[in-house]
């Protein structure tokens, strides 16, 4: 028997080299895909739409100035003024990074003379945690809701703490800020929150 009718045929070094190029060329698009575009410019369902419709409670037991700090409502969102509803929770720790800009932003004088108000909405928290938080790091909100088991987030379209809305003088959602607001961040949507639209 001859050696050439016992060995293989010699399959060709491209054959092997192909499953490598598909997975580059996958590996290629999902990067891609994650490392481009803005990941605070999530498209919202919302923006132009009314503010969906909230009865949250109070977070209790917090005070502003020795009085209760109230919550809000749809009504409080449509009064004709421009309101920025930050969502957060004390368990977040990028809460805690964006905090210092809402401090910030509520020493404003948009937010002192009233043109702009600022609340709160805590998201699936304990009352306590949240007022230790806002104690140590100072109360930006004028009014704070909360949001206990996560349903109204549900209706906000929120994907995750923080995130921030922007409602125009008419109760209709304006804008939405996805993760912890900077510097920049913070200074477009109060700049965008004077002008009223």
């Known amino acids: 028997m001859s050696e050439a009718a016992t060995s293989p045929p010699r399959r060709s070094p491209?054959?092997?080299?192909?499953?490598?190029?598909?997975?580059?060329?996958l590996a290629a698009v999902f990067a891609k895909g994650l490392f481009s575009g803005d990941a605070s410019k999530v498209p919202s369902a919302l923006i132009g739409k009314p503010a969906p419709a909230i009865t949250l409670p109070p977070l209790e037991g917090l005070q502003r100035d020795g009085q209760p700090v109230p919550t809000f409502s749809m009504a409080d969102l449509a009064k004709g003024k421009t309101t920025i509803?930050?969502?957060?929770?004390?368990?977040?720790?990028?809460?805690?990074?964006?905090?210092?800009?809402?401090?910030?932003?509520?020493?404003?004088?948009?937010v002192k003379g009233g043109k702009v108000a600022l609340v709160g909405f805590n998201?699936?928290?304990?009352?306590?945690?949240?007022?230790?938080?806002?104690?140590?790091?100072?109360?930006?909100?004028?009014?704070?809701?909360?949001?206990?088991?996560?349903?109204?987030?549900i209706d906000w379209g929120v994907y995750g703490v923080p995130e921030t809305f922007l409602?125009?003088?008419?109760?209709?959602?304006?804008?939405?800020?996805?993760?912890?607001?900077?510097?920049?961040?913070?200074?477009?949507?109060?700049?965008?929150?004077?002008?009223?639209?």
């Open 14 to 25: 491209w054959l092997y080299a192909i499953p490598l190029l598909i997975f580059a060329a």
């Open 85 to 110: 509803v930050n969502v957060f929770a004390s368990w977040c720790a990028p809460c805690r990074v964006e905090h210092p800009f809402l401090v910030a932003m509520a020493d404003s004088a948009a």
């Open 123 to 153: 998201y699936k928290d304990e009352a306590e945690n949240a007022r230790r938080v806002l104690g140590a790091l100072g109360n930006p909100y004028s009014a704070v809701g909360v949001d206990r088991n996560g349903r109204a987030a």
């Open 167 to 197: 409602i125009g003088p008419d109760g209709r959602i304006l804008d939405k800020h996805v993760g912890p607001l900077d510097g920049p961040a913070a200074s477009r949507l109060l700049a965008r929150a004077q002008k009223g639209s």
